[in-house]
């Protein structure tokens, strides 16, 4: 009699282990969902602040750089905020190659980059320092 109750405590134990294993799993899986949208972000967007004769342009510092495509003002003074929000790895070392600007920036927090005030038709390029993440400025 004990040792039918022993067994039943051993199958009620494995079948605990179990389902403590698939709900790890599961967890893991979603949160690897979750921690990743803004690298897989593709919209365009526009300057976001954009007053009178000058524009800001703010861009996600996060598992990569959001958006990756940004229309923004030509011919007015510019400045790129680099919004850190939980940045980690090599998105914290960001370069913009054509201007020659390379820091690291910080893993929360706002970075401003003046960017001066740029030609119709510029592209911009900003990227992180093995080239996995990108993100591009159109000025028109
Ligand atoms: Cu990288």
Redesign the pocket.
Known sequence: MKKNIINHLKILFIVIALLVAIISIVFVLSSCKNSSPVASKTENSSASISSGDSQIIEVTVRGGYSPRRIDAKAGVPTILRMVSDGAY???T?FYIPKLGISMMLPSSGNTDIDLGSQDKGTKLTGV??????SFVINFN
């Open positions: 790895g090599c998105e070392a992180c320092s093995m080239g996995m993440y």
